[in-house]
């Protein structure tokens, strides 16, 4: 932090730091000014002033009623160069990454919350594990073991001619091309670290603030019991998690989880490629020793425990910034995990001129089993650890009663499936031409695994099944809507209402109101893909044969909705994939359409990386350290007032930044929000981070806090702090729009606002100033001489606002 400068000041100083939300929006749009200049910041993140308000502070004239506005603009953060379009390929591993943070409010339950903390890093591993996997069903099975190794398949490909086994080339047997095609997965899982190493060194090694008071003297709700007190009668408050010194700063622990995924990866590829030629050498005529396989089996295993135990040893270091990195782990364990790919690589390419390749890669089909299943019992584990945490602590507004979490992490398996399972669909597809993998008959190649077949098969069954509550949610919104309609009329009081006008407001109101019903669809959809993806598991294992095939002969009607199942969930899953990557593409070359992406980006990389380390960066960790910086820095120097103003997500971020400051510059700094989601998304989702106890501490902490919130709005809402003695936060429901129909002040009618255009209430005006007049202001020292200031008494608390 900045030096402070006791130098003498206007009284009247005072500042209104902005903050935009999702989508970004222009510094000239945030200050309503085309001439604007940087004060402070790069090109990725600044702070923006009108230019004619430069230096507004020195100058005798400053307007103490008008505080000089400044922007913070962060949005290229998450939407800025083309290659953010690569982060598409990361969403499984950002979707596993917020399950971390969703765990319920937890207090005296540090075994419980430690144990939640490992499974959902497990869990984010078995995602790397799939995605490498993947790859090497692509590479390693469906073209060089399958395709290359059945000439009516390499023929019509030119580019498999070297491995083609009709040629009879050097590279033409099985190991050998299994070691060419090792290339695919091994760049992919270099592309992954590569991506998690550079956003590492710009995101995460960004240090924050330093200078505030020690984590000691406050307890958290998790693993200190001991807390401020409150006021009398008031319940003790407890300063949350986001205000420890290190929780914007994970260098420590993505260095790690990125060296142990790192390894996993390679380790993956090295099983794939040496289990296949170990199992040839222990059941034929190999001139290969067989004990070599069983060796580099074993050393297999040896790097595979420690992996598991790097991950699960260690979870996020908070209370102080953590410096460290542990060299041995970061640099080693990946080398070591190479060297031993390197090894399988020789080890399968050894001469072995009687090994044919037939049927699928040995062991894929067992290791997609095996990742479904332990992704099936982790989820299941997390489960009933959340049920666990909810029931000692619970809190009335958590989403589905804690459980949030793992219906999260159950999502992101099933967007890690179905992208898999996409991409080895596809490729099958398009290597057997005109004929359908696993069907026979036609078919050139075996194709993928059956359980893939699987999965793909209960995606519309799926779609079936949430076709009855999504009728239900329109139709329930539908009657929500025309019940609004005389609450409407009555909040506006016109004589003479118009129909279709009021029809409108109140429709828009009711959409608004789906928000709160997102929990359950989440966890109706969660639930159902965890009952369909087992009942996958089973029918793969029972029958060990695609859809199509497992019911010939249960009757014409069960026949037939098996192959339509199957053709339609390969349509569907295929689909999806192309459309994914379609949007890649779109995304790389159109800035406006990366910009739609960062929206994603905005609500889902504000959590730093605990549990997948190959996950979109924590923008957060650049923004909240920027902005507790500048509120420091200027309050310290100047002696002023200083007003944050944060608007959907923004207010996120003001929120977690006020949190972060020392208590001689939160005297000094209100939090005005509006359109906040805070309490409705982050509190319900998030509850151990922004439940009722950390906003209660938030309220306490602050100077100051007001929130606007329309009922219009489908992202905002009241964060519901209601505390005796305490001035109340909540100013609304604000009215939308802001006259009913046409008057001599507003000749036309006025639009419904939603979650945009707060600035434009009058309300908002009348807040901002009510809080800047509740700040304290600077006085000089009676008899003193003008270096030396101090601070008035504080207002008594007007809990009007």
Known sequence: MPPVTRSARAAGSALELLVHGVGGTTPQEMLDDPRITRVTGDATAAIYRRTEDLGAEQRPGCDEHKPVAEAYCWANLTSGNGSRALWLLLLPFMVVNLAHWMRPTARGRTRAVRLYGVVVRLLALSLTVLFTAAACEVALDLTAWQCAGVPDCSNQRSWLGFLSTQQGGWWSQPGRRLAVAAVVPVALVGLLWYLSNRTWSAYESQRPLTGSEPDDEYGTETERPESTRGTAGTAPVVRPALGRPGFWYGRRLVARLRAAHTAAGFLTVAAAVAGAAARHDRTEDSPVPGLLGRLIEVTLVLCWCVVLWVVCRRGRSERRLDNRIDRVVVSYLPATALAELVLALVYAGWSRPGWVSHD?????????????LGQGVMVVVLAVVSLLLYHRTPEARTALYGLGGPSVAMLACALGGVMTGGLAQRVGDWLDGSGSPGMGGGSVIDGPPVLLSWQASVIPVLLALLLVPAVAVVLRTSRRGRAMEPVVDAEYGEARPDPARTRRIAATRARAALTDSAPWMVGLVSGATLLLGSGAVAGTWITGEVPGLAFDGAGPVVDSAAEAAQSTGSWLIGFGFILFITWGRRAYRDASARRTIGI???????????????????????????????????????????????????????????????????????LLTYGSPIERLYGRWFPAYFGPVPLRGLHHEVHCWRNLWRPTDPIGGPVRVKEEGRPVVDEGPLADPLVYGR???????????????????????????ALLERLNPVLPRQGGTAEEVREAPADPPDRAG
């Open 360 to 372: 699928t890669l040995p062991g894929n089909a067992v290791t997609f089993v095996a990742i479904t």
């Open 600 to 670: 994603l980006w905005d609500v889902g990389t504000f959590w730093p990386r605990a549990a997948h380390p190959f996950a979109p960066p924590c923008y957060a960790e650049r923004a909240v350290p920027d902005l507790a910086s500048r509120m420091s820095a200027w309050t310290g120097h100047t002696r002023g007032r200083l007003v944050i103003s944060g608007h959907s997500q923004g207010s996120v971020l003001a929120a977690a930044a006020v949190w972060q400051l020392p208590a001689r510059t939160r005297s000094r700094v209100a």
């Open 743 to 769: 008057s001599s002040a507003h000749p036309l009618p006025e639009p419904i606002l939603g979650h945009s255009d707060y600035q434009a209430d009058p309300v908002f005006a009348r807040e901002r100033a």
